[in-house]
């Protein structure tokens, strides 16, 4: 091989190599820092790119393709099928121990909900009046506990009360 065919051939490899070098000095000095394939570390975000890999930044804004918190899908899925209400019900009836007194859940149990109106069914009369007399507070307990719309009213009945309805 010639002297000057070996030269070209140097340079032809050796030509890469230097504008990498030059690509990363200009990098260098204006302070962007070097990064792994795939990865941008400005504002910490991928975005696939057109072949599927993760490589370019992503907007502020997020895609069909970014994860979600399943928090957020849930609110979403029961807001679109309307399955609120049917929520607070069960939110209701199952926090009933835990959110009255003890003394109250002893005696009187959450049975279901017409609307906003708690059904609670009690012991005894006795228990109908005191339910009356303690409607407001529990329905503020349940107002801090679950929201302040899932129950407005409690209608108490007692279960002597309705044994008797069925005669």
């Not at 890469?16 to 000095?25: F, G, Q």
């Amino acid at each position: 091989m010639s002297e000057v065919e070996s030269t070209l051939s140097d340079d032809i490899v050796e030509a890469p190599r230097a504008l990498l070098n030059r690509w990363r000095s200009i990098a260098d000095s204006t302070g962007a820092r070097r990064t792994a394939p795939g990865r941008n570390t400005r504002n910490g975000r991928l975005r696939k790119s057109s072949r599927g890999n993760a490589s370019r930044p992503s907007s502020g804004e997020d895609s069909p393709g970014d994860p979600k918190l399943l928090g957020g899908i849930f609110d979403q899925l029961t807001k679109n099928h309307a399955w609120e209400s049917g929520l607070a019900v069960g939110r209701v009836l199952a926090c009933w121990r835990e959110i009255v007194p003890a003394s109250i859940a002893e005696r009187c149990s959450a049975e279901g909900m017409e609307g906003t109106v708690l059904l609670v069914q009690c012991d005894s009369p006795a228990w109908v009046a005191q339910m009356k007399l303690h409607s407001t507070q529990i329905v503020e307990l349940i107002a801090s506990r679950l929201g302040s719309e899932v129950v407005t009213e409690i209608r108490a009945t007692s279960v002597l009360a309705s044994k008797k309805r069925r005669n």
